[in-house]
Nanobody
Framework: VQLQAFGGGLVQPGGSLKLSCAAS????????MGWYRQAPGKQRELAVI???????NYAASVKGRFTISRDNAKNTVYLQMNSLKPEDTAVYYC?????????WGQGTLVTVSS
């Protein structure tokens, strides 16, 4: 499984940004997809994940501001980020689970700054 993420960049506080991540390769059996993030000097943490049936799990810090969606036909997951805060600044990593294996994308930098 290869994961390619798109959509990072610089945005002002209060702004919005949308990330996308496409899975390719041997994609049969991918159950969970989502996003983790790693802020400077901090450990990687869960942002949000979604199952193939649409069940979501949001970190408390992003709930109500971020929305994850998934297009199973395109093997793509999207992350709409609204009301962004400086503390959302991080490298966002796409994540997928296939059977018992986990996969990571290359990461895309999101910087929230005025």
């Amino acid at each position: 499984v290869q994961l390619q993420a798109f959509g990072g960049g610089l945005v002002q506080p209060g702004g919005s940004l949308k990330l996308s991540c496409a899975a390719s390769g041997d994609i049969f059996g991918i159950s969970v997809m989502g996003w983790y993030r790693q802020a400077p000097g901090k450990q990687r943490e869960l942002a949000v994940i979604i199952t193939s049936s649409g069940i979501t799990n949001y970190a408390a810090s992003v709930k109500g501001r971020f929305t994850i969606s998934r297009d199973n036909a395109k093997n793509t997951v999207y992350l709409q980020m609204n009301s962004l805060k400086p503390e959302d600044t991080a490298v966002y990593y796409c994540y997928a689970v296939q059977f018992r294996d986990s996969y990571w994308g290359q990461g895309t930098l999101v910087t929230v700054s005025s």
